[in-house]
């Protein structure tokens, strides 16, 4: 994610935008629409006898992936990471950082950053 400016990541709040499922082994499996926009995402997506990609997510990232809520922050889940996968998890700061990310860029969940602090309203990071 090249951008100008820093990203303040302790403050960054995911949502989930798409739904999913539990897979083999408690692993989550998103399910991603074929068509997203337009007339075939409207006429043709509910029609489709498979109308889901599946995406099966790894250890690491159904456990974020479960815990996203849209109410817990960048900090909140990388602590419950690393107290969960302790020595396991290697460079768990910027494995989170870069799951959320491709999370973002793949349009399956929204990074959203708090406007104000006193205000629970969040605005797209």
């Known amino acids: 994610m090249k951008q100008h400016h820093q990203v303040q990541w302790d403050n960054i ?3 989930q935008i798409l739904e999913w ?3 083999p082994e408690e692993r989550a499996v998103l399910l991603v629409p ?3 926009k337009g007339p075939l995402a409207r006429w043709l997506q509910p029609r489709l ?12 990232g159904s456990f974020v992936w479960k815990r996203i809520d849209g109410r817990s922050s960048y900090s909140e889940l990388h602590t419950a990471m690393t107290s969960h996968f302790g020595e396991k998890l290697q460079e768990s700061d910027e494995r989170l950082q870069k799951f959320l990310t491709t999370l973002q860029h793949n349009q399956f969940a929204e990074l959203l950053m708090p406007v104000d602090e006193d205000v ?3 605005k797209p990071a």
């Open 21 to 23: 499922e539990d897979g």
């Open 120 to 122: 629970a309203e969040t």
């Open 49 to 60: 006898k498979r109308p889901f990609m599946r995406v099966s997510l790894d250890e690491f």
């Open 13 to 15: 709040v995911p949502k």
């Open 34 to 36: 074929r068509f997203r």
